[in-house]
C-alpha cells in the first residue's frame, strides 16, 4: 500500500518536531558542568566578589586597551557615550575584553578619543540592579516597558593614566 505524499510529509515532520524535543530536553551544553555555589548578600559583605577584571572589586590594576565611540555599538542608548575595551589586566591578557563606559575620572584624565589608545589605573564597581516584573498569577498591573531586564550593571573608576606605549 503507498502511503500519500502529504501523509508522508506529515509524518516527517512529526518525526523531526519529535527529534528536536528530544535534542532540546537533553541540551547537555546548555548545563553547568559543576554545580555554581550560590552568592549571599552576606557572603557578599565577608569577601568582595571577582568582577569582569579578574581581581576582587575595588582592587585598584592597571589596564591597557582601546578607546571606542558608543555610535559604533548601532544601539540608541549608547550613543555619544566613550567606551574603553580593555583588553589586559596588569600586564596579563584577558581571554575576551571587557567593556566598560568612560565615566568617572579626575579632572587630571582627559576624556579619551575614539581610535585610541589608553593605559590607565583602575578599579571596578558596579551594582545588581535592573526591572523585575512580578508573577502573572499575583495580578499586579505594571506598565509595559522597555528593558534589559535584571542584572550586574558594570562600571570603572578610572584614577590615572600612563603614558601610551605605541
Given amino acids: 500500500m503507498k502511503i500519500p ?10 518525526a523531526a518536531s519529535a527529534f528536536w524535543a528530544a535534542i532540546a530536553r537533553a541540551e547537555p551544553w546548555a548545563r553547568p558542568l559543576v ?4 552568592a549571599t548578600v552576606e557572603s ?6 571577582i568582577g569582569l577584571l579578574g581581581v576582587p ?8 586597551g582601546e578607546v571606542f565611540d558608543g555610535d559604533e555599538t548601532r544601539c540608541k542608548a549608547d550613543a555619544g557615550k566613550t567606551f574603553l575595551r580593555v583588553a589586559t ?10 567593556v566598560f563606559e568612560f565615566l568617572r575620572a579626575p579632572a587630571a584624565v582627559k576624556k579619551p578619543t575614539a581610535g585610541t589608545s589608553f593605559d590607565y589605573y583602575v578599579h571596578e564597581y558596579g551594582a545588581f540592579d535592573g526591572v523585575v516584573e512580578p508573577p502573572k498569577e499575583l ?4 506598565p509595559v516597558i522597555a528593558h534589559d531586564g535584571f542584572y550586574y550593571r558594570r562600571a570603572l573608576t578610572v584614577h ?3 603614558p ?3
Fill in 57 to 64: 572589586l575595588g582592587t585598584v590594576v592597571r589596564v591597557t
Fill in 35 to 38: 554545580e555554581a555555589q550560590r
Fill in 160 to 162: 590615572a593614566s600612563n
Fill in 5 to 14: 505524499t502529504d501523509v508522508q510529509a506529515g509524518l516527517v515532520l512529526v
Fill in 89 to 98: 589586566v596588569n600586564g596579563g591578557k584577558l581571554a575576551e575584553p571587557v
Fill in 44 to 49: 557578599l559583605e565577608k569577601q568582595m566578589p
Fill in 164 to 166: 601610551v606605549l605605541e
Fill in 139 to 142: 495580578g499586579i498591573e505594571t
